[in-house]
């Protein structure tokens, strides 16, 4: 049986990303899969990475993320809400994100996920990385809500090219070693809640959600985003001529990343 591991962070239950993310488990467990979920809000989950989760440090007198990450790795400390992030990414076939575009970002408690779930020695090292990472032949998917007009999400726009807001949190996820599928976007949204008599955005609302589900029913098939990786890379990690990767921050004609699916 295959395994989706669902993380939300939004605040508020009821919103279109609350929604999306429930849609989203549904159509998983319609296909028989198992589904994991982590409301990061509902949790409480801590994303201020810090000295206070790291009893027994390794540097007493300085602070230094990474070895104290390792440190508590490698003697069985790491705090209980991040192995236990740990173990359900372990244990998932694929992992989805479903979050809002806050100031172009994700909102500061899933930043604090990656910062903290994300731990040197535990997830990754410089030995595991990208193709050989931890997560290699694992999938991962970001779902995001975002508002303002479609049409001026594209790079010279208004609200810039969505693919360079994605790029942070996608290329966090390759890096780990997950094969990273073209993200669902839904725009334009606002603050509209689906709690909201509103005919027009009730009937877009169920719009998205069916592409979801179809998103979810055609995962095996879904392109993944072409990254560059090791090979294509110097020893100090520089791009090996004729290997420059343009990615989301260099005009491709047709390129339109305003994609539901």
Request: aromatic share 10%; hydrophobic share 40%; no cysteine.
């Amino acid at each position: 049986m295959s395994t989706a591991h669902i993380v939300l962070a939004h605040p508020e239950p009821r919103s279109y990303s609350g929604h999306l993310a429930r849609t989203a488990q549904v159509a998983f467990e319609a296909r028989g899969w198992q589904v994991t979920r982590s409301d990061l809000y509902a949790m409480g989950f801590d994303p201020v990475e810090g000295p206070a989760h790291f009893p027994g440090r390794k540097h007493a007198q300085r602070f230094e993320a990474a070895a104290e990450q390792r440190h508590a790795f490698e003697t069985g400390r790491l705090a209980a809400a991040v192995r236990d992030e740990i173990d359900r990414l372990q244990a998932a076939d694929l992992v989805m994100l479903q979050y809002p575009l806050w100031w172009y970002a994700g909102p500061a408690i899933l930043k604090g996920w990656f910062d903290r779930v994300l731990a040197y020695g535990a997830v990754y090292t410089s030995q595991e990385r990208f193709e050989s990472g931890r997560f290699r032949g694992r999938r991962a998917l970001v779902s995001v809500v975002g508002g303002g007009e479609t049409e001026s999400f594209v790079l010279g726009g208004r609200n810039g090219d969505v693919r360079q807001s994605l790029w942070p949190v996608q290329f966090s996820l390759h890096y780990v070693g997950f094969r990273v599928l073209e993200p669902l976007v839904v725009l334009g949204v606002g603050g509209w809640s689906p709690d909201e008599e509103d005919p027009a955005e009730s009937e877009r609302l169920a719009r998205h959600a069916e592409a979801v589900t179809a998103a979810v029913q055609r995962i095996e098939s879904r392109p993944a985003v072409d990254f560059n990786s090791q090979k294509d890379w110097t020893s100090t990690g520089a791009p090996l001529p004729g290997r420059e990767d343009p990615g989301p921050f260099v005009y491709r004609p047709g390129a339109d990343p305003r994609r539901l699916s």
